[in-house]
């Protein structure tokens, strides 16, 4: 199996092809070369040294295999060892690849990559999160004047719903119930595209209601799902920035007024059990970004061709699986506790 370097474009990072690594490595070493780079052989020996060091020039390019952070390389022509040194492999290749990937498809400015071949593979990809520009940390415990007031903004209170307007058994509510319309469980179901190589995720969207029972029963209806802009991830967690709410909150906004924020959703890329829900890097997610009582957590079990949908919403301090109901083709909701699908 020939070493290679595997290409993927746009924000999300799709899989667009392959390039051999020798040609890349000629084209990286030819002013040393010069007539002899048809002759050159090349040894690359990859270290696993972790480096995540933003990779200069355009387009935007970043090595998805950042495990494998640093490199040795030799430059042999005719038996003669004519180059040895030590590189970041993000700063040996990238002069070379924004050359060639600017060219493949000039539209693109965002680009990652990663060497592939015997042994490399088993280490894992990692799409980092990008850099949020403008951000500023405040330590509020500093004893200091702010030149801003800050002060917490109160949620207006969910609206009241009957639970026999949308054809619910009240028996059957836990304190938070998630509706499902059709076109979501389709989408998260089967045709939003999943990577198979690093966890995907992004935001649900839609109405939340108060049941007219005496009890504290939420209804959260699901009706958008939003891919996270500007978000890093891996094999093993996601990750959201401030940019990513920030294009949410512009999605609200302009394309979908009256719906709010109701949480959000991630993969796993493996087959879903009942003992094997959210990972504890989940829940530590959950509950230190999405606070409302009501926001809940979609998790897809990707695998084997198939996908299960579960909700989750916490409990105390903890989170546990939600009741799920899914809407029929006339707006009524049945109960269904999970979705599997194709992938």
């Not at 010069?34 to 933003?54: K, M, N, S, Y």
């Not at 702010?146 to 969910?158: S, T, V, W």
Request: glycine residues 10%; charged residues 25%.
């Amino acid at each position: 199996m020939e070493t290679e370097i595997q290409l993927y474009r746009g924000e999300h990072l799709d899989f667009f092809g392959c390039v051999p690594l020798a040609a890349v490595l000629r084209t990286v070493f030819r002013p040393i070369l010069q007539a002899q780079t048809e002759a050159a052989g090349f040894l690359l020996w990859l270290r696993p040294i972790v480096d995540t060091t933003p990779i200069d020039g355009a387009p935007r390019l970043v090595n998805l295999r950042s495990v494998l952070g640093y490199c040795d390389v030799v430059v042999v022509v005719d038996g003669a060892v004519l180059y040895r040194h030590p590189h970041r492999v993000g700063e040996l290749l990238a002069p070379a690849l924004q050359e060639i990937v600017a060219e493949l498809d000039p539209e693109v400015d965002e680009w990652g990559f990663c060497v592939s071949g015997p042994e490399v593979d088993d280490y894992p990809l990692e799409r980092p999160a990008p850099l949020v520009e403008g951000a500023v940390n405040l330590d509020l415990m500093q004893p200091r004047r702010l030149r801003f007031l800050m002060q917490k903004l109160e949620d207006p209170a969910p609206e009241i719903i009957r639970t026999k307007d949308i054809g619910l058994d009240p028996a059957s509510l836990g304190p938070i119930n998630v509706l499902v319309r059709g076109d979501v469980v389709a989408s998260l179901g089967g045709t939003l595209p999943f990577s198979m190589e690093v966890e995907e995720g992004g935001f649900l969207s839609g109405h939340v209601r108060r049941t007219d029972g005496p009890e504290a029963q939420y209804i959260v209806e699901v009706s958008g799902v939003s891919p996270a802009k500007h978000s890093g991830a891996s094999l093993m967690h996601f990750t959201f920035t401030g940019d990513s709410f920030g294009a949410m909150n512009r999605i609200l906004s302009s394309e979908r007024p009256g719906e709010k924020l109701l949480g959000w959703y991630h993969t796993h890329l493996f087959p879903a059990t009942d003992e094997m829900g959210l990972s504890s890097i989940d829940v530590d997610l959950h509950f230190e970004t999405f606070r409302l009582p009501w926001q809940v957590a979609g998790l897809v079990n990707v695998a084997d061709g198939k996908r299960v949908l579960r909700f989750y919403a916490r409990h105390g301090d903890e989170m546990r699986e939600c009741p799920q109901w899914v809407a029929n083709e006339r707006g009524r909701y049945s109960a269904q506790r999970t979705r599997v699908g194709t992938s």
